[in-house]
């Protein structure tokens, strides 16, 4: 009975182990005054899972804004479909006692499928130059239901078109 249950727990320890882990793809920034797009490579060969997306902004003691305008652009691998947005982010302040780095993480879309398999390409910039952006960037995780009601939107649209599926 003891080596059934030991057996059964390490079935599922190895079982929940081999789930996907988060991707995250980063690029760097002009600190001083960020104006040019980040361009990231997120290949993809699950062309069924369902991710959520959330964008991350790592900052320094510069950046005192509480909106930020960001465009998107998503290209998918055919390099013939583009999808594009301007997205309004409110950012929450903390202020801390020294100059140190924050990473601001934004959900952005929940339950994604990215229907081709190959190398996508996002391309993130301000819609005006920025002071204190360090690094702008995305982390993919697996999608999770609940995910929808855990935390509120801190983003809106700034386009009146309707979003196409990536």
Known sequence: MLIRRAIACLTLLF????GTPPAVRMADTDPASWKRPVELLLPNDDTLALRDLTL???S???F????LTLRLELVAPDTVRRYAERVLFRLPHRRTAAAVREEKLLPYRLAVRLADSGLY???IAPARPVRGIEAAGIRITPHTPNTETSAPPTWEKTNSAD???I
Do not use: E, G, M
Request: charged residues 45%.
């Open 60 to 62: 320094d003691a510069r």
């Open 56 to 58: 991350i902004l790592r």
């Open 121 to 123: 390409r996002l391309r």
């Open 64 to 67: 005192d804004d509480d909106t």
């Open 15 to 18: 079982t929940a182990a081999c």
């Open 163 to 165: 979003s196409p599926k």
